[in-house]
């Protein structure tokens, strides 16, 4: 079942302990509308949980030279934020307190167990995914970090 997470979702208001997401939520969470949505699905005393990949820093106008190749991409502006950004838009929803949001300590390995697992005889999804191995060599450590972020719904 496909949902969309800015629609009305077909479950109980307050049917989750917790929402939890794993690199996916920035696609489609980078809105002032997405976590209002979530929230009233998620029981009081519950947690919205997020972790996905973000920006050690906002690059705003000053993207650096080497990534601007990989930066004129569909979305990747858009989605692919620092803390201080998804800070300010969780502040933004009623109902719920930031409880942590940092730097997850195991990117490094997340990124290297994610490049390992890469097939280039993937076909099409090769593409993206040669695509995204450059977009990470090319940064070498130096912009990229994974963000986590928990919200308790009050």
Sequence with gaps: ???????????AKGYFDVIFSVGAYNMFGDNEETLPNLIP????????AVAFPG???????????????FWDAPDVARCVRGIEWWKELFSKAEGIEIVNIS???CHGIAWDEYLKSLDP????EW???KWTL??????????FNTIQ???KVI
């Design 103 to 105: 730097e997850m300590a």
């Design 127 to 129: 593409a993206e995914d």
């Design 55 to 69: 920006l050690k820093y906002e690059f705003e106008n000053n993207v650096p030279p080497e990534m601007k190749p």
């Design 134 to 143: 450059d977009m990470k060599v090319t940064e070498d450590g130096k912009y």
């Design 1 to 11: 079942m496909l949902l969309d997470a800015t629609q009305l979702l077909p479950f």
């Design 121 to 124: 005889s993937g076909g099409d």
């Design 149 to 151: 972020l928990i919200a």
């Design 41 to 48: 699905y998620v029981k009081k005393g519950g947690y919205i």
